[in-house]
C-alpha cells in the first residue's frame, strides 16, 4: 500500500460500507462476546452460590458466595493463555481468522453451562465441570478484544481513531444492557422460584443464536489493512511474542497498569452490585437490574464521549479526567447506594459510567498507538489481560470479603481508589501517543 493511499486514508471524511462493516463487526462480536462473558458474573452472583456450590456452605453464607465469586475470577487467570495464542496467530494469520475463532469457542462453552446439570444432580463434577467451562470462556476472551480493537482502529482515518475505537469498546455495556435485559426479564416473567429452577439457563441458551448472528456478520469483515500490508511486504515476525517482550516490555507493562482500575470498578456494575443490592441491602432484584442496565447506558454514551474526547485533546488526558472521576466519586456513591433509596443508587451508578467511559473509550486508540505493528495485535491481548487479572479479576470476590470483615461498604470504595490511583500513575507515564503511525508505509 502506497504512502498516497495512506493519505487518502487518513483524510477521508465519510464513512465506506467496507468502514460500516468493519464498525458493525467488532461492535457485534464484542457485545455477544460480553453478554457471554456478564450473564455468567450475573448469575454468579444471583444463583450459581446455591446450584453449585452449595456443599461449600448455606445457600446464603458467605462462603458459598465467596466460592461463586472466585468461578468468576479464575476465567482471567486463563485471558493471558488466550491473549497470548490468539495474539501470536493474529499477528500471523490475520485479524479476522482469530476474531471468529474467539467468538465460536465463547458461544459453545456459554451454551453447554446453559445445559450444565447442577450439584443435586452430578455432585461434585458440577461445580467442576463448571469452572472448566468459565475457563474456556475466558481463553476466548482473552483474544476476542485485542482482535476487535485493532480491527476498528486500524480501518480508522488517523484523526478519528478514538472515536472508531470505541466501538469494540461499547460492546462491553451493550453486552451488559443485553445480559441485565434478558436476566429480568426472566425474573420478572417466571419469578424467582423458577428462574432458580430453570429459568436461569435460558440466557445461556440464548447465547446460540447471537453467536450465529455475530459469526455471520465477521465473516463479511475484511482482513485489517494494516496487517494486509505487513503480508504483502513479508514483515511478519518469525517469533512475534519473543520480539514482543524483548523490545516492548515496557509497553506491555504499562497497558496492563492501565486497565488495573477501570476494570475493577467496571466489574462492580456487572457483577458485585446485584449480589451486594439484592443480598445484603435486600432491594429488589428487577429495581436492581433496571439501574444497572442504566448505569450500563451510561458507561456506553461516555465510552462513545470519551473516545471522541481524545481525538480533540488526545488519550493521556482523557484516561487522566476518567480516573480522577472514579476518585472523587467513589466513596459519595458508596453512601448513595447504601442508603437504599433507588433514585440515589441510580445517581451513584449514571455518575459512575463518566468516570467509566473516559478510562475506557480510548483504550483501544491508546494501546494500538502504543505498539509498532508487527507485534500489535499480541502487545495489546496480553497487556489487557493481564490488567484484567490484577483488577477486574477477582475484585467482587475481594469486595465480598471486605465487606464480609469490615461490614463497612467504604471499604470497598477505598480498595477501587487504591486501583484507580495505579492506573492514573500508569497513563501518566505514557507519552501521548495520538496520531502515531500504524502502518508500515504510512507517512507522517
Not at 16 to 39: M, Q
Amino acid at each position: 500500500m502506497s504512502s498516497t493511499a495512506d493519505s487518502t486514508a487518513n483524510t477521508r471524511s465519510k464513512m465506506s460500507s467496507e468502514d460500516r462493516k468493519v464498525l458493525a463487526g467488532t461492535l457485534v462480536g464484542t457485545t455477544i462476546e460480553w453478554y457471554d462473558f456478564f450473564i455468567y458474573a450475573q448469575a454468579a452472583g444471583l444463583v450459581f452460590a446455591q446450584l453449585y456450590f452449595a456443599p461449600l456452605g448455606p445457600a446464603d453464607s458467605p462462603v458459598a458466595q465467596l466460592f461463586s465469586w472466585a468461578s468468576v475470577g479464575i476465567s482471567f487467570l486463563f485471558r493471558p493463555l488466550g491473549a497470548i495464542v490468539a495474539g501470536h496467530l493474529g499477528d500471523r494469520v490475520g485479524r479476522k481468522a482469530m476474531l471468529v475463532l474467539t467468538l465460536i469457542m465463547m458461544g459453545a462453552s456459554t451454551a453447554l453451562i446453559g445445559v450444565l446439570p447442577t450439584y443435586v444432580q452430578i455432585g461434585v463434577w458440577a461445580p467442576l465441570l463448571l469452572t472448566l467451562l468459565r475457563v474456556l470462556q475466558g481463553f476466548s476472551a482473552g483474544g476476542e478484544w485485542g482482535g476487535a480493537a485493532l480491527m476498528a482502529v486500524e480501518h480508522a482515518p488517523t484523526p478519528k481513531r478514538g472515536i472508531w475505537g470505541s466501538y469494540p469498546q461499547i460492546g462491553v455495556p451493550v453486552g451488559l444492557i443485553l445480559a441485565s435485559s434478558v436476566i429480568f426479564v426472566m425474573t420478572t416473567a417466571l419469578g424467582m422460584q423458577q428462574y432458580l429452577a430453570w429459568g436461569w439457563r435460558v440466557p445461556f441458551l440464548i447465547s446460540v443464536v447471537l453467536i450465529a448472528v455475530g459469526y455471520l456478520i465477521r465473516r463479511a469483515v475484511a482482513e485489517s489493512p494494516v496487517f494486509k500490508e505487513l503480508a504483502e511486504r513479508k514483515r511478519e515476525s518469525s517469533a512475534p511474542l519473543v520480539q514482543l517482550f524483548r523490545s516492548n516490555t515496557k509497553e506491555v507493562v504499562l497497558t496492563a497498569l492501565i486497565f488495573i482500575g477501570n476494570n475493577a470498578v467496571g466489574y462492580l456494575l456487572i457483577a458485585f452490585f446485584s449480589s451486594y443490592a439484592t443480598k445484603t441491602l435486600k432491594m429488589p432484584t428487577g429495581t436492581v437490574l433496571g439501574i444497572v442496565m442504566a448505569g450500563a447506558l451510561s458507561w456506553l454514551v461516555f465510552s462513545m464521549f470519551g473516545g471522541a474526547l481524545s481525538d480533540r485533546i488526545g488519550r493521556v488526558r482523557t484516561f487522566q479526567i476518567g480516573y480522577l472521576a472514579l476518585i472523587v466519586w467513589m466513596v459519595p456513591m458508596f453512601l448513595l447506594i447504601d442508603s437504599t433509596n433507588s433514585w440515589l443508587f441510580l445517581i451513584a451508578v449514571l455518575v459512575m459510567g463518566f468516570g467509566l467511559g473516559l478510562s475506557y473509550g480510548p483504550m483501544s486508540a491508546l494501546y494500538a498507538e502504543m505498539f509498532p505493528v508487527e507485534v500489535r495485535y499480541s502487545g495489546v491481548s496480553i497487556g489487557y489481560a493481564l490488567g484484567a487479572i490484577l483488577g477486574g479479576a477477582f475484585a467482587p470476590l475481594i469486595s465480598q470479603s471486605l465487606l464480609d470483615n469490615t461490614h463497612w461498604s467504604g471499604s470497598i470504595a477505598l480498595y477501587m481508589i487504591g486501583l484507580c490511583l495505579i492506573s492514573l500513575i500508569g497513563v501518566s507515564l505514557v507519552k501521548e501517543p495520538r496520531g502515531a503511525r500504524l502502518r508500515v508505509a504510512e507517512v507522517g
